[in-house]
Antibody, heavy 119, light 110 residues
Framework: EVQLLESGGGLVQPGGSLRVSCAVS????????MSWIRQAPGKGLEWVSR????????YYADSVEGRFTISRDNSKNTLWLQMNSLRAEDTAVYFC????????????WGQGTLVSVSS | QSVLTQPPSASGTPGQRVTISCSGS????????VDWYQQLPGMAPKLLIH???ERPSGVPDRFSGSKSGTSASLAISGLRSEDEADYYC???????????FGTGTKVTVL
């Protein structure tokens, strides 16, 4: 069974940093690109970042470019999102998701982890 | 800000057919396939349709998708109470190098 489990969310002050993790199981992690997608309270879905299966290619939404870094360790079956210079508008539930097919869609999602940015 | 535009709400009585539209541009829907997601309150999104009109295993055939030019639509036939949820279209955008979601449509079963 494919499983994705996020962790690391919490309350952080504006300007602070936080790293969220996504531990996966039930599939060969090295074969799949991954993405982070977020949802602010009461709002819609927003794609944040993606990383290729090898980790060699990364892309970011304009709203987080230069502040967030996506990475992965295929030996640990883990995906990360390092978030720096956090702003109130980054408050959201952060989901990790596996990219399937081409150009890609998301059939498998984690349950999400809440990141709150507030003083 | 969402790049794909959906109506904020749609509704119908049990058994009716409901259609949700999704309007994009040449760089997203016009160049790539469209996916649809269903999200129940407090839950992660669930993939309903991928590649314009393909249903993943387990998704009832009451759900169908289509695409024409820079627009797409999701149809729910034989509406049921459990279909009450938020629905999002999505597509890759060649200009943004990212995946863009629609504004979302809340479906209410009257």
């Amino acid at each position: 069974e494919v499983q994705l489990l996020e962790s690391g969310g919490g309350l952080v002050q504006p300007g602070g940093s936080l790293r969220v993790s996504c531990a996966v199981s039930g599939f060969t992690f090295t074969n799949y690109g991954m993405s982070w997608i977020r949802q602010a309270p009461g709002k819609g879905l927003e794609w944040v970042s993606r990383i290729s299966d090898s980790g060699g290619s990364t892309y970011y939404a304009d709203s987080v470019e230069g502040r967030f870094t996506i990475s992965r360790d295929n030996s640990k079956n883990t995906l990360w999102l390092q978030m720096n210079s956090l702003r109130a508008e980054d408050t959201a539930v952060y989901f990790c998701a596996r990219r399937d097919g081409y150009p890609g869609y998301f059939q498998h999602w984690g349950q999400g982890t809440l990141v709150s940015v507030s003083s | 800000q969402s790049v794909l535009t959906q109506p904020p709400s749609a509704s119908g009585t049990p058994g009716q057919r409901v259609t949700i539209s999704c309007s994009g541009s040449r760089s997203n829907i016009g160049s790539n396939t469209v996916d649809w997601y269903q999200q129940l309150p407090g839950m992660a999104p669930k993939l309903l349709i991928h590649s314009n009109d393909e249903r993943p295993s387990g998704v009832p055939d009451r759900f169908s998708g289509s695409k024409s030019g820079t627009s797409a639509s999701l149809a729910i036939s034989g509406l049921r109470s459990e279909d009450e949820a938020d629905y999002y279209c999505a597509a890759w955008d060649d200009s943004l190098h990212g995946y863009v979601f629609g504004t979302g449509t809340k479906v209410t079963v009257l």
